[in-house]
């Protein structure tokens, strides 16, 4: 009995839900927990008529056009059907009924009652009842004797009851259920069922097995179970015909058994493995109807329940007859009465074989489960070969006793000829989709939702058109386009607008792009992919577009339309999307098993140098789901949704792996509600996502609502005060590594928010500090130390002396002290790679006036992302690391690294001079102050919102990363950072800074000064670096051994070898150039008259008045201090 399992869909709110076909079989009536009964035309009937009886309804039956519902206000309503006007009350109980039914003819109806009470009704005059007592707790259900004489009952007191209705007495009760005092709790509803027609067998669904019951003698006489069904009965239902009998269980398995047989003819599984609550036969015996405890409502199709007479008996009797070497002759081509077949899918049915002998009573007398596992046909060989699971087992096969078929079937011969698969079976491969689109079978759908605007597509028979509408006006005006081509995949972009069809046999696969954003008249241009290859997904970034295609391969094209690059996938495109310079791909990396998808990812960067980030590793997902969502924050970092609602953003940090930082599952009220994403921030961190009860998509009209969902990590016990600073602090770290990864790629940042983030995240490792003082966990208070920066620490040490933990304070000191000498050991080192640095930028600056300002910054960006690659092949890129334990080794590593991904901020270097990123910061520790006069001062910036060095990661090396690098910062466009700022600006900006600095009264940290015009030579307003001191003494050697150089080349030389020197090396180049600087001051007075003489005073004058506004920053005390002692 091969059969189709079609998809389920939703059908009512959460909770349980029933079924039912009308007379005809033309309607499937289903009832729910939202109080509504629907009235569906088929699975696919998209707006089914619905009728509301109540605030919920537990039952419904449906005879001779009559409608019955149990509904929560303790009735039981009569409508008409399918028109659905009410016709009356039939009965009411004290309570809310919990099952009702028709008898075979219609004219009554039977109910059960959560007050102990089941009632016999007349439908044409609801005066005449019967009440039968005799249950000690509520009813689950109730079925008629198709003869009328008897009504069988279960309770949740355990027993199954015999009434007879019109004595109104009890024949027999059997004590087969598990006892519970309400239905809610029941472990099984225990549906009972009389065959029809000849109404011999009683079915009683006990545990995993249904146990048949002779009607009159009222002897157990047979059971129906199989080894692949281990959960608890629901509920069962006889085919039309009487001869088959279905069960569906609280697992989700539908089995069906050839009840003359006691064979299981057909095995399904829920799709999801929910509970299955309602069954209902069509009445033609071809179809199934079920419902889950979610609300939804799944069809089996294609189920063959008709035999004649005449061909069970000539079965029979060859079956009888014929020797067992003859047994071929039993196949034949007629599958009408066929019960196995050779192999399934997901929705076909298992392979059996048959076993010979055994026990009369043996519920496996006749067939073992091949595989506990459904099987896929690809595993086995094609439909036509002969295999053991073609054997039509079917009940002409055997004879009405159980001792004619134990042997007809030999089962020997058989076994060898096909072994039997046991391992886990594939899982049918995701299909290909564009995120923020909805189905393509739509009439109406969304074609692309994104931060830019919103494409959608009317596909109907009056037109197929295309509205783009844009989310700011600004960008470009709202669009129609006429859909001649039939396009089902688009994109939208600042740019442009992408749009694909998929090609026919005589039309390919086209690429359109509407290049809104071009300076000239031609803003179209469409493109014909080979013969046989399709689009399957497609995306834009900034200046490029990419096409994943059939043939496995990914199409890169620039915005014009000039083809860039081709390369090949390792496997099928599931998803794709853009984001800047950056590409992710999803695709299979390999087949999946039970249930799982096995999908791999890779993220490419499309820059000056293209490089690949992530290199196809597994794409992690939640157990048994699917892919739903890909895309880029606002700020660039790849995050994904799957379809059980987890959210995972990939983290930089911790070697691009994905954390899950939320789950949309949690907010919904319904399990078959769902939310959509369109788009994620980091700052302000928001899930911008559409809500969509009962369905996954939401509907182009009216234009759905965009809610905003909060971010959270699933850290453990959130619930108390300690777990939800710690969710705070590492959600505050991951979300500030696009500080580092935009700084890195070059464009500006937001000096504001990476601020606050740097004063959120010590603020809560003060708090966290706090907490565990309290409850006593000093070591703990030592490992949060040494996340915190200098100055935070000196609080807790403060925190720690008044709370009298001398211990705790002393180990704090010797914490303290090594982050001081850290400092004094890192200064030397950054100061010498800024000065190798500026002086690199100085030299290779155009000195020509008459190019432009952008031009200028464009080169310098590009001169900077060079050096940045060689640097990275000399050093080799450092990982990130968060072990706090470690803090002094990786200090040294990272402050000998001039470029990191670690870093979060940049001091642009620009073509007037070079700002001092040591007057941005405060001073540092009051007791060593003297000593060290440049120390990052993190608490400072708590109270203010000026620039400052971030955290580069929980391991507390927020205040050593101040290598600067010399890139031209990008300014930001409304969506997000992109191009290069001239640097002119960014020099002037920083004058306006200055001038309106001495304002603020509250402003803490001192400003840089102002750079210096073009004009001026930066190398005479400075002392000599240790670098510019060891090049004038070793030019000579660079020139001999490389005579052909030119001078950026000597210098590029000379900074490649300066940097082999070792730490020592380099520090003593710094002090011969400090103590070397006062005499080569003196010669350059005395040769350059005094104008330079004025130039030095003037730098002295601002280094004094640095020094005043330092001591000023140490008098008023931070937020921080006053929360530590705010208590005391």
């Not at 039509?392 to 007809?408: A, H, I, M, R, Y």
């Not at 129609?480 to 972009?493: P, R, V, Y």
């Not at 060891?1030 to 052909?1044: F, G, H, M, V």
Request: charged share 25%.
């Amino acid at each position: 009995m091969p059969c189709e399992r079609k998809p389920m869909r939703y059908g009512h709110s959460e909770g349980h839900t029933e079924v039912c076909f009308d007379d005809s079989g033309k309607f499937i009536v289903t009832c729910g927990n939202d109080g509504d009964v629907r009235i569906w035309e088929g699975l696919d009937d998209d707006d089914p008529k619905f009728i509301t009886v109540g605030e919920k309804a537990y039952s419904l039956a449906l005879k001779n056009n009559k409608l019955v519902t149990a509904s929560s206000n303790n009735t039981v309503q009569i409508h008409t059907f399918p028109d659905g006007d009410p016709d009356g009350i039939l009965t009411r109980f004290t309570t809310n009924a919990t099952h009702v039914t028709f008898n075979s003819s219609g004219s009554r109806v039977a109910a059960g009652s959560s007050d102990f009470m089941v009632k016999v009704v007349e439908v044409s005059d609801s005066s005449q009842q019967k009440t039968l007592r005799g249950h000690e707790a509520p009813v689950l259900s109730v079925t008629f004797d198709p003869k009328d004489d008897f009504l069988a009952s279960a309770s949740c007191d355990g027993n199954v009851v015999v009434w007879n209705i019109k004595e109104q007495s009890q024949l027999i009760s059997w004590p087969l259920l598990q006892k519970t005092n309400d239905v809610s709790n029941a472990k099984s509803l225990c549906r009972l069922a009389w065959q029809p027609g000849t109404a011999k067998f009683l079915a009683v669904p006990v545990e995993s097995k249904v146990q048949l019951y002779e009607r009159g003698s009222w002897d157990h006489v047979s059971t129906l179970s199989d080894d692949l069904l281990t959960q608890l009965v629901n509920v069962v239902a006889w085919s039309p015909c009487g001869q088959f009998l279905a069960a569906g269980s609280v697992g989700g398995s539908l089995n069906v058994w050839d009840v003359s047989s006691k064979l299981c003819v057909e095995r399904q599984k829920h799709e999801k493995g929910f509970t299955v609550c309602g069954l209902a036969w069509h009445p033609s015996g071809s179809q199934i109807a079920y419902t889950d405890t979610e609300g939804c409502l799944g069809l089996l199709d294609g189920l063959r329940t008709s035999t004649s007479n005449s061909t069970n008996t000539a079965s029979k009797q060859a079956a009888v007859t014929k020797p067992a070497k003859d047994y071929d002759a039993l196949f034949d081509d007629d599958d009408d009465d066929r019960v196995m077949d050779e192999g399934q899918s997901d929705t076909n049915s298992p392979v059996k074989k048959p076993i010979a002998g055994g026990d009369d009573d043996d519920d496996d007398d006749f067939l073992m489960p091949a595989t506990g596992r459904v099987r896929s046909r690809a595993i086995l060989d094609d439909e036509n070969s002969l295999d053991t699971g073609s054997l039509k087992l079917g009940q002409e096969k055997f004879g009405d006793d159980d001792d004619t078929g134990s042997g007809v079937v030999p089962a020997a011969p058989l076994v060898p000829l096909r072994p039997a698969y046991e391992g886990p079976m594939p899982t049918p491969p995701q299909k290909a989709f564009q995120p923020g689109s909805t189905p393509a079978h739509l009439t109406h759908r969304f074609m692309m939702w994104n931060s830019v605007g919103i494409v959608r597509d009317y596909n109907d028979e009056q037109d197929n058109a295309i509205d783009v509408e844009f989310h700011d006006t600004a960008v470009h005006h709202a669009m129609h386009l006429t859909n001649t081509l039939g396009h089902t995949m688009a994109d939208l972009s600042q740019e442009a607008v992408l749009l694909a069809c998929p090609g026919t046999d005589e039309l390919a696969s086209k690429l359109q792009c509407l290049h809104f954003s071009s300076w000239d008249t031609n803003k179209e241009w469409m493109v014909d992919l080979p013969q046989g290859e399709d689009v399957r997904a497609l995306c834009l970034g900034q200046g490029w577009a990419a096409v994943a295609t059939s043939a496995l391969m990914i199409r890169v094209f620039s915005i014009g339309g000039v083809q860039r690059e081709i390369f090949s996938l390792p496997g099928n495109v599931v998803c794709m999307v853009a984001h800047g310079e950056q590409l992710l791909i999803v695709y299979h990396r390999a087949p999946g098993f039970d249930g799982e998808q096995a999908l791999g990812v890779q993220l490419l960067q499309f820059g000056r140098r293209k490089r690949q980030l992530i290199h196809g590793e597994p794409l992690p997902l939640s157990h048994r789901s699917y892919l739903s969502w890909l895309g880029f924050t606002a700020e660039g970092t790849p995050c994904y949704v799957d379809s059980e609602g987890a959210v995972r953003m990939l983290n930089r940090s911790v070697g691009n792996t994905w954390t899950p930082v939320c789950s949309t599952r949690e907010t919904c009220k319904s399990k078959s509600d769902s939310y959509w994403v369109v788009g994620i921030h980091e700052n302000p961190q928001q899930l911008r996502c559409i809500p969509c009860k009962g369905s996954r998509y939401p509907p182009t009209l009216p234009r759905p609502a965009v809610a905003i969902l909060p971010f959270k990590l699933p850290l453990c016990q959130t619930s108390t005060e300690k777990g939800q600073m710690e969710e705070q602090y590492c959600r505050s770290l991951l979300f500030s590594n696009h500080f580092s990864f935009l700084s890195s790629s070059g464009y500006e940042i937001d000096e504001e928010a990476q601020s606050q983030s740097q004063k959120d995240q010590q603020e809560l490792l003060m708090k966290m500090f706090a907490l565990s003082c309290k409850l006593e966990r000093e070591f703990r208070c030592v490992e949060l130390a040494e996340l915190m920066t200098q100055k935070v620490v000196t609080l807790a040490i403060r925190y720690a002396s008044r709370s009298r933990r001398m211990a705790l304070a002393q180990r704090l000191s010797e914490i303290a002290l090594e982050k001081s000498n850290q400092i004094q050991e890192v200064e030397p080192e950054e100061e010498e790679e800024e000065e190798e640095e500026e002086n690199y930028s100085s030299v290779r600056r155009p000195s020509g006036s008459g190019q432009s300002e952008a031009a200028q910054g464009r080169q310098s960006s590009r001169r900077y992302q060079e050096e940045e690659e060689q640097r990275e092949e000399e050093e080799g890129r450092e990982m990130e690391t968060d072990e706090p334990s470690e803090t002094k080794k990786r200090v040294n590593l990272f402050a000998k690294e001039a470029v990191s991904p670690v870093k979060t901020n940049l001091t642009p270097i620009t073509k007037g001079g070079r700002a001092n990123p040591f007057k941005v910061l405060g001073s540092g520790k009051p007791s060593s102050a003297s000593g060290q006069p440049r120390v990052t001062n993190i608490l400072d910036n708590m109270t203010t919102s000026r620039k400052s060095f971030p955290l580069s990661g929980p391991a507390g090396k927020q205040n050593k990363n101040t290598v600067l690098k010399p890139l031209a910062p990008r300014p930001k466009t409304k969506t997000q950072s992109t191009l290069l700022q001239m640097s002119g600006t960014k020099a002037s900006n920083k004058k306006t800074q200055q001038n309106t600095q001495p304002a603020a009264d509250t402003q803490k940290q001192p400003e840089a000064p102002p750079p210096a015009s073009p004009a001026d030579n930066t190398e005479n307003k400075r002392p000599k670096t240790g670098f510019q001191f060891w090049l004038e003494e070793n030019r000579k050697s660079i020139t001999a051994d490389n005579p052909d150089l030119e001078e950026t080349d000597v210098i590029k030389e000379a900074m490649g070898r300066f940097r082999t020197l070792s730490a020592e090396d380099r520090l003593s180049w710094t002090e011969r150039a400090k103590t070397g600087d006062a005499a080569d001051l003196k010669k350059r007075k005395r040769a350059e008259g005094g104008a330079e003489g004025a130039e030095t005073e003037k730098g002295q004058a601002e280094a004094d008045e640095n020094s005043a506004k330092k001591k000023k920053s140490l008098d008023p005390s931070s937020k921080l201090s006053a929360f530590a002692f705010n208590k005391n």
